[in-house]
């Protein structure tokens, strides 16, 4: 999980123009022998660079199964400036093994 993390910071010091801004507590739980991992984690940048950030985590399957993806666009009301943000859910499955 801590691995997860580190390979979305990494991809976003390769795009650049990208922040994490929330990166929640990562869920697991068993389901029919299988443990399953979710992590949530929210982006800010351009169209352009999400857009380039889901299709390298769609590619790489170290992060997990690309589940859900939500673009929202914000206002900040301080500063009158828009802006785009991502949240991302990522899953990974693992068997496990009962002794």
């Known amino acids: ?3 997860v993390f580190e390979e ?4 976003c ?8 801004i929330n990166f929640p507590d990562i869920h697991q739980i068993e389901i029919n022998g299988y443990k399953v991992t979710t992590i949530f ?3 800010e940048g351009s169209f352009s660079d999400l857009l380039t950030l889901v299709y390298k985590l769609e ?3 170290k992060t997990g199964r690309l ?6 666009k914000n206002k900040d009301i ?12 990522l899953q990974s ?3 496990v093994t009962k002794q």
């Open 1 to 3: 999980t801590e691995a």
């Open 8 to 11: 979305l910071v990494g991809l």
């Open 13 to 20: 010091k390769i795009i650049e123009h990208i922040q994490i």
């Open 41 to 43: 984690a929210v982006f």
């Open 59 to 61: 590619r790489n399957k």
């Open 67 to 72: 589940v859900s993806i939500d673009f929202k």
């Open 78 to 89: 301080k500063k009158g400036k828009e802006f785009l943000s991502l949240t991302i859910l």
């Open 93 to 95: 499955y693992e068997l």
